[in-house]
């Protein structure tokens, strides 16, 4: 069974820095990408960031990139985001998902594209 498990959310002050964590158990595929949504309250979940494993390749959505990085150690079976410069606007719920097959630029932002969710963790960015 495919579990993904978030952690390292919390309250940090807007221009402060979190970096989250989305560990990954029971996965047997070699091909997979691994991305990164948020959803504030009242609004849609959207997508943040996504890093393929067949090659690395990173996305990144236009209003983090520069602040966040996502980077996948494969020894831990963990993927994470690193957010830097934070926002008041950034505060929601963050979640990892996992795509069986890969993604690319194109598709790695639709939810409907990720087969496995983990449960979120919360990060609140106070002005």
């Known amino acids: 069974e495919v579990q993904l498990v978030e952690s390292g959310g919390g309250l940090v002050q807007a221009g402060g820095s979190l970096r989250l964590s989305c560990a990954a158990s029971?996965?047997?595929?070699?091909?997979?990408?691994i991305g990164w949504f948020r959803q504030a309250p009242g609004k849609e979940r959207e997508g943040v960031s996504c890093?393929?494993?067949?090659?690395?390749?990173?996305y990144y959505a236009d209003s983090v990139k520069g602040r966040f990085t996502i980077s996948s150690d494969n020894a831990k079976n963990t993927v994470y985001l690193q957010m830097n410069s934070l926002k008041p606007e950034d505060t929601a719920v963050y979640y990892c998902?996992?795509?069986?097959?890969?993604?690319?630029?194109?598709?790695?932002?639709?939810?409907?594209?990720?087969?496995?969710w983990g449960q979120g963790t919360q990060v609140t960015v106070s002005s």
């Open positions: 890093i393929s494993s067949s090659d690395g390749s990173t």
């Open positions: 029971g996965f047997t595929f070699d091909d997979y990408a």
């Open positions: 998902a996992a795509s069986i097959g890969g993604l690319d630029g194109s598709r790695w932002y639709r939810l409907f594209e990720y087969d496995y």
